[in-house]
């Protein structure tokens, strides 16, 4: 299955969950409903996976955590926030490069309007 035709099912499921519970929530409440949703959906997908951070060619003792990768191709990075900031895009185009996927989607629950609220984000491998 290629990134295009996950993203298709993913925003099914984004649409799905946000229909069903609405603006507002913690993004925790979010991610599981997406989590169950995609599962649902038959897709292979993990949560909270850790991704360690490598400097001057040492693991440093930090990690970052992604929210959701799908078909271990799409990253999804979830937001309920007031606005979507330029930093949450470069947020996900770093997990992009140090997981050398080409593909992320970055979702903002908390809005008026869910289809202005998912960006598709690519990796220039």
């Not at 970052?64 to 930093?87: A, C, G, M, N, Q």
């Amino acid at each position: 299955m290629s990134e295009n035709e996950i993203s298709y099912k993913v925003r099914g499921a984004i649409f799905k969950v946000y229909n069903t519970l609405g603006p507002g929530l913690l993004e925790s409440v979010y991610e599981s409903a997406l989590y169950y949703q995609l599962e649902k959906y038959g897709l292979q997908v993990v949560k909270q996976i850790d991704l360690p951070v490598k400097y001057d060619d040492v693991y440093l003792d930090i990690t970052f955590r992604l929210d959701i990768l799908v078909e271990d191709k799409v990253i999804i990075e979830l937001k309920s926030v007031d606005e979507i900031k330029p930093i949450h895009f470069k947020q996900l185009n770093t997990y992009l490069k140090l997981t050398n996927k080409k593909l992320g989607l970055l979702v903002n629950f908390n809005c008026a309007n869910i289809l202005e609220n998912i960006h598709r984000v690519a990796n220039k491998i």
